[in-house]
């Protein structure tokens, strides 16, 4: 993320803390535990759990989170292993940098898991990380692997507790079911609770330790389940698999998924008794996992669009392309000033040459010309820069949009090739007759005149036809500059955005525009070449050029070869960045100026699927906040700790007093 994005963040951040905040007795702006965990995060849990989960942010233990605990939260929420670096804190309440067994089983006795069944911190296992004699600290890199192998250590405990009647090591399939809903909690899904004891009992009365670890096991692991069944499903290209298609890419992948699991997982989905199970059928298996519903159109959505919108929306684009087209211009025009003179310098062995480089030529523009003189022929360039920009920008768009892939929304190479060419093709039109009076106009300073040469003087002089003066050539030079730069500036804006939100920032956009016009600008600077000098006034004495052929080959005769890259760097230094702040303006104005009656297009809106919803989503969880419903997922589904629900919805309200007041309603579930 960059420096610009990261304090645009910031601000949002300090808004949103704001509105769930109060003043304490300190006359500092804080947030209320209760309020923190239950209106701001969504997560429903029991009173005596609110300072529990609180504690992650309230690292004071003050009973309130500050500006900077709620800052220092947010970053953490933005690491893949938050849930691990929550649990830590919850465990170490004092902040002393290391938990004891107490500090671990205060936490525990908390979880609903717990509640329904004790988990022994007394077992060998325990003492194997914490010692023998149980005293000893655990540091946070400790941690993970120890509260990630938690869940299966009560899972063990839970069945020894169950065969201490049982002579064979087995217990019944009822208890079993029972015992393992209770651990699960959350993450046991409805369709789990429904039908896994007449799954069970269709195979046996009893269960053994094996038998029970194994679903344990499956349910543990059903997102990397779910991955390799992707992954077959993609590679055979086929919508459902049998368990031998899965076995053989599950023992290649990870030792973990065993087949004792995988018979489990295909008598668990495999409804109609085909052999065969699909991708959906997941669903059925993890409680957050979502499918995608599309919603049936508004009838007013699915109107077609007039003709008047269309021409509307034509010219909102050309609006902000003009804009856009006349900042890149004008930020760049001495440099393009440069670039003309030395282009239509001639060059042979006897004579001595006015301008020795392009350095040169812009300190002797600004001796003997003054800055008006490096400003010369910009109105005509602005006065045409926008339709110019306006249809090969259009034109663009247009020919992308025949090209792209209505469902994927990809577009193949040679279809972004083509639409920047014929982008450049159309725009030539407008582009020559700017271009000859711009360049008449900038070259007209090295002949001293006291004569002011004006650019309606240059029109009445060419005439219509003489607009149009070297135009092959100008063909020539814009429809592949335009074929290279828009494919390559797509590209590198897509490598630029943000890979959270998918938005690029401005200084990304003109990065990316900027570095897409080197190698468009400098590849076409032949033809650009001999445009000018077709397009240039020739001077007394020297005969005109005739023709576009022509003119290449007596440039290269009197000239040589080199003479085709004069004003090569002049013109990488003035397109690119041109191009840069066109693009960015263009882009920018369009966020800043949406068209009014163009509708937003939302993405398909999710469906959940199970049971599990450990907290309501909230539309103030920005920057690391996004990953709230995931991180507490992963606390509740991973790592065992989830705790007994509360019922309430806990809101804040503000009073026309300015009082602050929090509002309770039962029934929350």
Request: proline content about 5%; charged content about 25%.
């Amino acid at each position: 993320m960059s420096l610009e994005e990261r304090a645009s963040t910031r601000s949002a951040l300090r808004k949103v803390f704001k509105k769930y905040a109060i003043e304490n007795e300190q006359g500092q702006l804080v947030i209320p535990s209760v309020v923190f965990v239950r209106d701001f995060l969504r997560w429903d849990v029991s009173d005596e759990a609110v300072s529990l989960v609180a504690s992650v942010a309230d690292i004071g233990n003050t009973g309130s989170i500050s500006l900077d605990e709620f800052m220092a939260m947010e970053r953490i929420m933005r690491m893949p292993d938050a849930h691990f670096r929550l649990a830590f804190r919850m465990c170490d309440k004092k902040g002393k940098g290391n938990i004891t067994v107490e500090d671990f089983m205060a936490v525990m006795r908390a979880t609903q898991a717990y509640k329904e069944v004790k988990f022994n911190k007394d077992c060998s296992w325990m003492k194997l990380h914490f010692g023998r004699n149980l005293q000893r600290h655990m540091r946070p890199d400790e941690f993970p692997q120890f509260i990630a192998s938690v869940p299966r250590e009560h899972i063990r405990q839970a069945f020894q507790s169950l065969i201490k009647d049982s002579t064979d090591g087995s217990i019944d399939s009822i208890a079993y079911c029972d015992t393992l809903a209770k651990l699960k909690g959350p993450s046991f899904t409805k369709y789990l609770k429904d039908n896994l004891l007449g799954m069970v009992t269709a195979q046996t009365t009893r269960i053994s330790y094996s038998y029970f670890t194994a679903l344990n096991a499956l349910l543990h692991n059903i997102e990397l389940v779910k991955q390799i069944f992707s992954d077959v499903v993609d590679k055979l290209e086929e919508k459902e698999i049998t368990k031998d298609q899965f076995d053989q890419a599950a023992w290649r992948f990870s030792e973990a998924i065993t087949p004792v699991q995988t018979t489990l997982l295909w008598r668990l989905l495999d409804h109609d008794n085909t052999g065969k199970i699909a991708l959906k059928d997941f669903a059925l298996l993890i409680p957050s996992m979502t499918v995608s519903k599309q919603t049936k159109p508004k009838e007013e959505d699915s109107k077609p669009i007039t003709a008047g919108q269309k021409v509307a929306v034509q010219a909102y684009r050309f609006a902000l392309s003009s804009v856009g087209g006349a900042a890149g211009a004008a930020t760049v025009y001495p440099i393009d000033l440069v670039k003309t003179r030395l282009q239509n310098q001639v060059t042979t062995i006897a004579d001595e040459v006015l301008y020795k480089n392009s350095f040169d030529c812009f300190k002797k523009v600004l001796k003997f010309e003054g800055i008006r003189g490096l400003y010369r022929g910009l109105v005509p360039q602005l006065c045409g820069v926008s339709p110019e920009k306006a249809i090969k920008m259009t034109t663009n768009d247009a020919v992308r949009q025949y090209f792209t892939d209505p469902k994927s929304g990809d577009i193949p190479l040679h279809g972004e090739i083509l639409a920047g060419g014929m982008g450049g093709c159309a725009q030539v039109m407008f582009t020559n007759p700017i271009e000859i009076v711009k360049i008449r106009l900038q070259v007209a300073g090295e002949v001293a005149s006291t004569r002011q040469v004006t650019a309606m003087q240059v029109v009445r002089e060419l005439g219509f036809s003489g607009l149009y003066k070297g135009a092959r050539a100008c063909l020539l030079r814009d429809a592949p500059f335009s074929a290279i730069y828009f494919p390559t500036y797509a590209h590198l804006k897509q490598g630029f955005a943000d890979k959270e939100t998918g938005v690029t920032s401005f200084p990304k956009i003109l990065l990316a525009a900027t570095l897409a016009g080197v190698p468009s600008a400098s590849l076409v600077t032949p033809a650009d070449v001999i445009k000018t000098r077709l397009q240039v006034k020739p001077k007394e004495g020297v005969e005109p050029y005739k023709g576009l052929v022509s003119c290449a080959q007596r440039l290269y005769k009197e000239e040589g070869f080199s003479v085709f890259w004069k004003g090569a760097p002049a013109r990488m230094f003035r397109s690119s960045p041109q191009f840069g702040v066109t693009l960015a303006v263009y882009e920018m104005l369009q966020r800043w100026f949406p068209y009014g009656p163009a509708k937003k297009i939302e993405p398909p809106k999710a469906k959940k699927i199970g049971s599990y919803v450990p907290h309501d989503a909230n539309s103030d969880h920005i920057g690391g906040f996004r990953n709230t419903e995931r991180t507490f997922a992963n606390l509740e589904q991973k790592l065992g700790l989830w705790f007994p629900r509360s019922g309430k919805i806990v809101s804040t309200e503000i009073s026309s007093a300015g009082d602050f007041k929090i509002v309770t309603t039962e029934g929350r579930g």
